[in-house]
DNA sequence: TTTAGTGCAAAGGCTTTGCACACCG
DNA sequence: CGGTGTGCAAAGCCTTTGCACTAAA
């Protein structure tokens, strides 16, 4: 279950169950249910709506520290600006529009003997991969005028 | 050729030939040449070497240009960091080093049917993609202490 | 001579950091 | 109470922008 994975990964990181990090957690299961992407700043804005006076730095340091964990996924764009994603466990890449920024999961891979391969040819240790598919989405296809919305 | 290409995406995207767009040229046929990868600020300060007052904003320029034109490309690190690299010419992906960020280019792919299948699946119009490979190279294996050398 | 392109410095985003204070345990 | 985590503001990066000036044609 998520929920008690980010409780989780709040407990071994630090001493103590705070009011911003319990709004945090909150946010995040909702998000983690409607599987939304989300900048830094989408959360900061939500997480403003409930507590005021909540700081965009314990925001970053939260996030930071849940990216670390493997409990979020981060989503880079071609212009650099990126987003953030909780992680649904299974392993898959993402479709990202390039005129919305809308993004999609899709559940393709590389064939296995691929990274074997990749590990002799290059003598690299291979650690990771992720594949980006860029394209525009049936809505920005149709009203081309559209930025940004999700 | 690659100094010919750069040459005329200069030549179309503007009017005149200066002495900065020389050098720029001159400088990205020789990251050609060894197929280095470079950040903005590395091209600005091997420039800066032979042309003390040439601009920062200068080079940024430049490089959004090619990079537009497709004669660069840009490959993001986790970090957020990124770095280019002069194009091939050749369809390939990247590996990079999480230690040193060294660039290596692969020549693996995914097989043509996903794109169609993910087209399909997902009402995209898929425009492109990017796959990238993480892992520790050879040298960052045998001496972990090493850090951002190219 | 004309004006595109440049250099410089200031301004912009986003992110991190330093520090006094709040508040959890 | 003691000290971790917070809020706030300042500082840091990287990148873009505005503008007067340089130099290409």
Do not use: N
């Not at 891979?109 to 525009?136: M, N, V, Y």
């Amino acid at each position: 279950m998520i929920a008690d994975q980010i409780r989780a990964a709040f407990q071994e990181s630090s001493q103590r169950t705070t009011r911003p990090r319990r709004l945090i957690e909150e946010r995040l299961i909702e998000l983690a249910d409607s599987g939304a992407d989300f900048t830094i700043d989408d959360l900061w804005q939500d997480l403003r709506q409930v507590e005021a006076r909540l700081g965009r730095a314990t925001v970053y340091r939260a996030v930071e520290m849940l990216f670390g964990a493997g409990l979020l996924e981060r989503i880079e764009f071609a212009d650099s600006t990126h987003h953030y994603r909780v992680c649904g466990g299974t392993h898959h890449h993402h479709l990202t529009c390039t005129q919305c920024h809308r993004v999609v999961e899709v559940d393709i891979c590389l064939p296995i003997d691929q990274f074997t391969s990749i590990g002799k040819q290059t003598d690299f240790a291979i650690e990771g991969h992720s594949i980006t598919f860029f394209g525009r989405c049936p809505a920005c296809r149709t009203h081309p005028q559209h930025h940004h919305y999700h």
